[in-house]
């Protein structure tokens, strides 16, 4: 199972990221928990793509791509400087996303975008849907 949608690089567009990725999860019959953990991780990653990837004129793109138990999340922006994990202080509101991605995620990575940018992506392991949830069309 494929989803895909482009989103203005905005700050209030994480939100509808998150939102729309809960919805197709949900749609695919997945549980709440594991809707929450990529919930989580398609935000901080949509997140940076806005605050760090943003230019005008450049959407940014989230992906989920479901194989299996293995759950895909790539976020593409208009920046090709690699997402960079920094040491948060103690009193610090930022600077954790990607550590938190690392931790909910079992593999992460990036590559470079062709002709722009680049994509963050974060791979989690998923228990199965529930078949009799899911909406097909």
């Known amino acids: 199972m494929r989803w895909q949608t482009q989103f203005s690089p905005l700050r209030k567009c994480v939100p509808l990221a998150r939102s729309l990725v809960s919805q197709t999860l949900a749609s695919w019959g997945y549980a709440q928990e594991d809707i929450a953990r990529v919930v989580l991780v398609c935000g901080e990653l949509s997140a940076n793509a806005v605050e760090h990837g943003g230019r005008p004129g450049h959407l940014f793109e989230v992906r989920l791509t479901v194989d299996g138990p293995s759950c895909l999340v790539e976020v593409s922006d208009a920046d090709r400087t690699p997402p960079r994990r920094i040491k948060a202080g103690e009193d610090d509101e ?44």
Request: proline fraction near 5%.
């Open 94 to 137: 930022g600077g954790r996303g990607l550590l938190l991605v690392d931790r909910l995620s079992a593999e992460t990575g990036h590559h470079d975008r062709h002709p722009i940018g680049k994509t963050v992506w974060a791979r989690l392991i998923l228990d199965s849907p529930n078949e009799e949830s899911v909406c097909t069309s």
